[in-house]
């Protein structure tokens, strides 16, 4: 039990025992210090008590800068050291060769000792001292040194333990010794070592106080100095002394221990690091734990321990029945919306309700969620009486038939865009999946003196009833994952879960069919190359067959009797066990087994890869999923068995445009806390071959197969480049075009010219000047969607314009002969020029913009910035109309001016013949 102090306040589970025992526990702790080995106190200002932090996945134990979680409380990191001795036995100058020596505290008196410390040494054979102890009479009181072998002193005797450490490794040593009897053992990585001879040394001789301790160097303590002809070379770390003979259990401890909470009751390790000097240096971490002494699940377990003690036990909020339940203290109850039960206003109008438990040892356990409000009184009805066949005391296969009829019917006619409906409706098909394996009993014969009699009845449906079961699971599995339930599906969550339980189920019954086969054909009723049950619809085919170990040749799904008799098409996906996977393994197959196989032809999108919110284009699902086993009649089957000669599947690409990175992947199911997911790697499947449009793959496992993809590739090629449209001849031809054109505007315009042709002249210069520009810089701008799609506009609109000006020049030209041939005065050039502007600008605006506004994005074409082909009709249409009015006025214009020659003559010749009489 671990409990913290929280303004003297504890807060304890409902027994008054536990609490009293957690008050207890804190008050021992309100110093800040951590009980260890024989009441040994931890230095407090290197551990502290965490602050819990709630959070919906759990506790989370917040320590501060410079403080970690250890599974215990927050230690410093700084605990977690080692000094980094590096120096040089031939210099005896005190700035190369460093040590440590113990400050701020008086050495006790001792009678019982025990050294623990953790040492690594590099490939060096001179002895170095790790640790000494000196008083002012008597140098070297206590010495350890290692060199070639690991050495002890006690009051001047010294022993050699005949230890040798490994190089360059951390080893971690323990001295124990006590005065009484003058007994000591040494320990290496916590068992203790075998001595040749075992003596005594300094009996009855105490350890006495007041003395110096050194780290990394011998002391000697007549004259006061550091003796420095013996420096250790090499780390040491998280060395501690204890007053007493610790036991080997105890050192065991000690030496596993990766939390530092084992502190020594005469010196830490941390009571060190203030008396270092030389060269030596504190690094940390030590490197002495590596990541496995506590993982972080590990880390995070005993945190929701000591803070369930703190503040109280709570469930973890999670995703069950496609619900979320959020986080809930032990000992209430929570109630949620039901997901799509609301009213007009947005009301929810039914809820689902789950109690959060506390277990013995104070941990939140959810309990079963209840949610028969969220589902319909039809749903309720079915699923109910659905289950009330697994308790009836005989099996009433008429009334599973009814009831499995009544939920195909339901499932045929309803379209669903709830997940808990979809839950449901999966839940009442593993119930009858489930009372049918009710159904499967054998006779077992038992004999006396006198009769003999059956031990059960024959409950093994018949092969015409398992054909029929067989076709109504498979028409409720189809309805259930129709597309017209998509609504519901992109519901579930977690994503993919309960298509994951559908597998499952449809996995349980062609077990279920399997062994009934074998049954048939092991009692003779049928035989085996008559034992096969199988069923096409368009979501889902299941084939189940009965094989016999010698006449087994390879199996094939679907194989040319699927493809005539049920007119199934491999044109989707192919599997294929071979011969020699079964025979080679023909110690474990008995001669009677059977293999179901299934193929899901819509299931990729109902196990999406990932988080389908996430809309990621990574290993996405891009194939059928196919599903196999090997089924013997004693529940055994070869899940877990590695086959000698892999699974064949050829499974063609669901999508093939811009993918990448195929991968052979297996189903993994759901197992406890663990949730499901789809794995790839040699030892379940793997690529064979890899094609623009379908990957072949091979499995040593058998399961549920499919194909993932990423749905892009950074070096893809289309195949089709955009056209090359404008070269440098067009480029100068539109520009000398556009500059003329506008000069000629220009033109015009600087000699302020006011007649109606001149503006028409304006006109008609600026629209070819505009259609070129806008030609020239738009036609090529496919990088960008939206600017292209303005310049497509742009583009149509002055290409309409300067044809429509085109017409106004005609116009123009035929009402100034059409009223010189027709009028005795000289030609006007009065009229309204707003009928040109409307013909000119007006007129293609408005049939471009309906023209936009009908098709959308239909109107653009995919590779330039230009009318889609198929609509180019729309472009030179309005161009030939116009183009066909020329000639019309071209005949009038040519009727019409020698008759205005013609009257001018006459009007010339009359004057003429006036004057003269």
């Not at 339901?410 to 709830?418: D, K, M, R």
């Not at 070869?638 to 892999?646: A, D, K, V, Y």
């Not at 499974?651 to 445009?657: A, E, I, V």
């Amino acid at each position: 039990m671990v409990c913290v102090t929280t303004n003297w306040r504890c807060e304890y589970p409902v027994h008054f025992i536990l609490g009293v025992l957690c008050l207890v526990y804190r008050l021992s702790y309100a110093t800040g210090k951590v009980e260890t080995l024989h009441g040994a106190d931890c230095i407090g200002r290197y551990y502290t008590w965490p602050t819990c932090q709630d959070n919906p996945d759990g506790y989370g134990c917040l320590c501060g800068p410079g403080f970690y979680w250890n599974t215990r409380l927050c230690i410093s990191t700084s605990v977690n050291s080692r000094f980094e001795l590096n120096g040089d036995h031939n210099d005896r100058h005190t700035l190369k060769n460093g040590y440590a020596k113990l400050v701020g505290k008086t050495f006790p008196d001792l009678i019982h000792l025990t050294i623990t410390m953790w040492v690594r040494v590099p490939n060096s054979t001179t002895d170095g001292t790790l640790l000494s102890y000196s008083t002012r009479n008597y140098s070297n009181l206590i010495q350890i040194t290692a060199g070639r072998t690991v050495k002890f002193s006690l009051h001047g005797e010294t022993r050699d333990t005949g230890l040798m450490l490994q190089h360059g490794f951390w080893v971690h040593l323990a001295f124990t010794w006590s005065a009484i009897d003058g007994s000591w053992f040494v320990y290496e990585n916590g068992a203790k070592i075998s001595l040749p001879y075992m003596d005594t040394v300094g009996k009855r001789k105490p350890i006495l106080r007041g003395g110096d301790m050194i780290l990394g160097q011998s002391y000697l303590g007549q004259n006061g100095h550091v003796q420095y002809d013996s420096p250790f070379i090499g780390d040491l770390s998280h060395v501690n002394i204890w007053k007493q003979v610790l036991s080997e259990d105890e050192i065991r401890k000690v030496y596993s221990d990766c939390t530092f909470t084992h502190c020594g009751t005469a010196v830490q390790w941390t009571e060190f690091r203030f008396g270092t000097h030389g060269n030596i240096h504190l690094r940390w971490p030590s490197e002495i734990v590596d990541q496995t002494c506590f993982t972080d699940v590990w880390a995070a377990e005993t945190c929701d321990d000591h803070c369930s003690y703190v503040i109280g036990a709570q469930c973890n909020e999670e995703i069950v029945e496609n619900i979320r339940w959020s986080r809930t203290p032990a000992g209430h109850n929570v109630s949620v919306p039901c997901p799509g039960r609301v009213d007009d206003s947005g009301n929810a109008t039914a809820f689902a309700y789950r109690y959060c438990n506390i277990t013995n040892d104070n941990k939140g356990v959810w309990g079963e969620p209840q949610i028969d409000e969220c589902l319909s009184q039809k749903q309720l009805s079915l699923k109910t009486e659905i289950a009330e066949l697994l308790g009836l005391p005989s099996f009433d296969e008429d009334r599973m038939f009814h009831l499995g009829n009544a939920l195909l019917n339901h499932t045929t006619y309803t379209s669903y865009t709830n997940p808990i409906d979809i839950a449901a409706e999966i839940d009442s098909l593993n119930l009858l999946i489930k009372a049918q394996g009710i159904n499967l009993r054998d006779v077992v014969w038992k004999s006396d003196m006198l009769h003999s009699f059956a031990r059960t009845l024959e409950l093994y449906p018949s092969f015409e009833k398992t054909i029929e079961f067989t076709k109504l699971i498979c028409g409720i599995v189809n309805d259930l994952v129709a597309t017209k339930n998509d609504a519901g599906w992109r519901g579930v969550q977690p994503p993919g879960a309960e298509g994951e339980v559908l597998i499952a189920s449809v996995e349980k019954f062609t077990s279920l069919v399997a062994k009934t086969l074998i049954y048939h054909v092991k009692h003779k009723h049928i035989g085996s190359e008559e034992a096969t049950v199988s069923a096409l619809y368009e979501n889902i085919a299941v084939k189940v067959r009965v094989f016999l170990r010698d006449r087994f040749m390879g199996f094939a799904f679907p194989d040319h009797t699927d493809t005539f008799a049920l007119e199934m098409s491999d044109d989707i996906g192919t599997l294929a066990l071979t011969k020699e996977a079964i025979t080679e393994l023909n110690e474990t197959i008995p001669n009677l087994f059977a293999i179901a196989s299934v193929r899901f032809s819509n299931m990729a999108r109902l196990l999406p890869n990932h988080n389908i919110t996430i809309k990621s284009k990574r290993d996405n699902v891009n194939s059928v999923v196919y599903s196999l086993n090997v089924y013997f009649e004693n529940d055994r089957n070869l899940s877990s068995t590695n086959l000698s000669s892999p699974v064949k599947l050829y499974l063609p690409y669901t999508d093939d445009f811009n993918i990448s990175n195929p991968d052979c992947v297996m189903l993994r199911h759901r197992e406890g806390t663990r949730q499901w997911r789809w794995s790839s790697g040699r030892g379940d499947c793997f690529v064979i071959r890899n094609d623009s449009s379908y990957a072949t793959c091979g499995c040593y496992r058998l399961g549920t197969y499919a194909v993932t993809t990423d749905m892009f590739n950074v070096d893809w090629d289309r195949g089709e480049h955009p056209p090359h449209l404008m070269t440098t001849p067009s480029y100068v031809g539109c520009a000398m075009s556009t500059v003329l054109c506008l000069g000629s505007a220009v033109m015009l315009i600087y000699l302020r010219t006011s007649s109606p042709s001149a503006a028409i002249h304006k006109n008609f210069g600026f629209s070819i000047s505009l259609c070129q520009l806008i030609f020239m810089v738009g036609v090529t701008q496919t990088s960008n969607k939206t600017v292209c799609h303005v310049f497509a506009v742009l583009f149509h609109y002055f290409f309409l314009t300067t044809f429509s000006w085109m017409m106004n020049e005609a116009f123009n030209l035929y009402i100034k002969i059409t009223y010189a041939a027709h009028s005795h005065g000289p030609v006007s050039e009065s009229g309204s020029i707003w009928r040109y502007y409307i013909l000119g600008w007006v007129v293609p605006g408005a049939l471009v913009g309906a023209l936009v506004g009908s098709h959308g994005d239909s109107y653009y074409a995919a590779d330039m910035c230009w009318i889609r082909w198929d609509l180019v009709w729309f472009f030179i249409g309005p161009v030939i109309a116009i183009q066909a009015e020329m000639p019309a006025i071209r005949n009038v214009l040519k009727s019409l001016w020698p008759k205005r020659l013609r009257r001018k003559m006459c009007c010339s010749w009359g004057k003429r013949d006036v004057a003269f009489s």
